[in-house]
């Protein structure tokens, strides 16, 4: 390529901001829900039976990562109740 010449290139970039949430604060993706529920902890809900189905403390940055988006309360608590039948089926099942 000669000196002065361009292309076109894609670039893909990490934004960090800073934002104030309201606890509890919720959010989802294809996978999975959440609930923060402190500046530390959240409720993950692993909701897709194609990967994995269960309910977890972790961390809060998974609420966060990449391809999720807020969601409501009675979303998440959907996601939740749903999960938590097939989990007890699940385990009535194998007992």
């Known amino acids: 390529m000669s000196n002065g010449a ?6 893909k970039t990490t934004v960090s901001e800073t934002v104030e949430l309201r606890i509890p604060y919720f959010s989802k993706n294809s996978c999975f829900a959440h609930k ?13 039976r194609r990967v994995n189905v269960a ?16 969601c409501t309360e009675d979303e998440f608590n ?3 109740n749903d999960t938590m039948k097939y ?3 699940m385990n009535h099942e194998n007992t």
Do not use: H
Not at 36 to 48: A, E, G, L, P, T
């Open 6 to 11: 361009t292309f076109i290139i894609e670039k």
């Open 36 to 48: 923060v529920i402190d500046d530390k902890i959240c409720i993950q809900v692993c909701y897709n």
């Open 87 to 89: 989990l007890i089926n």
């Open 55 to 70: 309910i977890a403390l972790t961390n809060i940055e998974c609420a966060f990562s990449a391809q999720t988006e807020e």
């Open 78 to 80: 959907m996601l939740f």
